[in-house]
């Protein structure tokens, strides 16, 4: 199972960003996604989370908006209104549920993509 994050980069404060995270080595709909980020110095924190079907969404930040697109095994975090807080390494994961993603353990995990807000 592979997944790779990218869409990184520099944006200015108040601009938006575009993650993708492509899935690769498992039944993509069959997995619950999320995107994780983890600031220099500090714990990884959850950022969004969707279901299998993509019915239900989970947000710790409403600037953000989390979508997947199963066709293409891929899910994407559109970022709005970017503060320099959230510079962060961004990553992706999937689990059987959503609570699998949430907790982390036994998920899948990408490499991440470096988001860097310049205010």
């Known amino acids: 199972v592979q997944l790779q994050a990218f869409g990184g980069g520099l944006v200015q404060a108040g601009g938006s960003l575009r993650l993708s995270c492509a899935a690769s080595?498992?039944?993509?709909?069959?997995?619950?996604v999320g995107w994780f980020r983890q600031a220099p110095g500090k714990d990884r924190e959850f950022v969004a989370a969707m279901s299998r079907n993509g019915g239900d969404a989970y947000y710790a930040h409403n600037r953000f908006i989390i979508f997947r697109d199963n066709a293409k095994n891929t899910v994407y975090l559109q970022m709005n209104s970017l503060k320099p807080e959230d510079t962060a390494v961004y990553y992706c994961?999937?689990?059987?549920?959503?609570?699998?993603?949430?907790?982390?353990?036994?998920?899948?995990w990408g490499r991440g993509t470096l988001v860097t807000v310049s205010s």
């Open positions: 080595g498992l039944t993509f709909n069959n997995y619950a």
């Open positions: 994961a999937a689990g059987r549920s959503v609570r699998t993603v949430l907790s982390g353990a036994n998920a899948y």
